[in-house]
T-cell receptor, first 106, second 115 residues
Framework: KNEVEQSPQNLTAQEGEFITINCSYS?????LHWLQQHPGGGIVSLFM???GKKKHGRLIATINIQEKHSSLHITASHPRDSAVYIC????????FGKGTKLSVKP | DTGVSQDPRHKITKRGQNVTFRCDPI?????LYWYRQTLGQGPEFLTY????????KSRLLSDRFSAERPKGSFSTLEIQRTEQGDSAMYLC?????????????FGPGTRLTVL
């Protein structure tokens, strides 16, 4: 069993839909990261959080430390949001989930 | 563009050849990380440097792999006697320092194909 599990693995949405990607982890952590990876490999850090909730534009990330669970929400999704979203947790080094591939159709 | 660059972006080589990749981190960052990512998987930690010191190596890093950061700035990752299983995206990241507040900035990656 992977230490970081993401769901769903693949997600197709229509433009404008509200999207939720989930991340569960089984190890003790000091922080959790949400990353965005576009085709071609480039990875961008979206959020780093250790408690509560963070918001940046149309993106919202929440974490529940007791339940070892985090969610990434995208409001009013747009085709340019299409990417792989990766959850990574920091215990010692970063441990990554396999990613959720999001496709937003116009 | 995160400010971290990697070269080359793509490398195709024949099995048994040696390859070397370079990573140039953000200049004031003292930590540099190497990761490997295979298709459909998340990145996996390989090794990291604090300045020029290599502080940790994953067991994924076999003796065919060697990484250096000679002056605490750019880093190289060399793979000797490449195997088809080495085909992957090799990602480099840099950060200001450790701790829970540390944010890593990723380069675009080097995609290696071993024929």
């Amino acid at each position: 069993k992977n230490e970081v599990e993401q769901s769903p693995q693949n997600l197709t949405a229509q433009e404008g839909e509200f999207i939720t990607i989930n991340c569960s982890y089984s190890v003790g952590i000091s922080a959790l990261h949400w990353l965005q990876q576009h085709p071609g490999g480039g990875i961008v850090s979206l959020f780093m959080l250790s408690s509560g909730k963070k918001k940046h534009g149309r993106l919202i990330a929440t974490i529940n430390i007791q339940e070892k669970h985090s969610s990434l929400h995208i409001t009013a999704s747009h085709p340019r949001d299409s990417a792989v979203y990766i959850c990574a947790v920091r215990g010692g080094n970063l441990i990554f989930g396999k990613g959720t591939k999001l496709s937003v159709k116009p | 563009d995160t400010g971290v660059s990697q070269d080359p972006r793509h490398k195709i080589t024949k099995r048994g050849q040696n390859v070397t990749f370079r990573c140039d981190p953000i200049s004031e960052h003292n930590r540099l990380y190497w990761y490997r990512q295979t298709l459909g998987q998340g990145p996996e930690f390989l090794t990291y440097f604090q300045n020029e010191a290599q502080l940790e190596k994953s067991r994924l890093l076999s003796d065919r792999f060697s990484a250096e950061r000679p002056k605490g700035s750019f880093s190289t990752l060399e793979i000797q006697r490449t195997e088809q299983g080495d085909s992957a995206m090799y990602l480099c990241a840099s950060s200001l320092g450790g701790g829970a507040a540390d944010t890593q900035y990723f380069g675009p990656g080097t995609r290696l194909t071993v024929l």
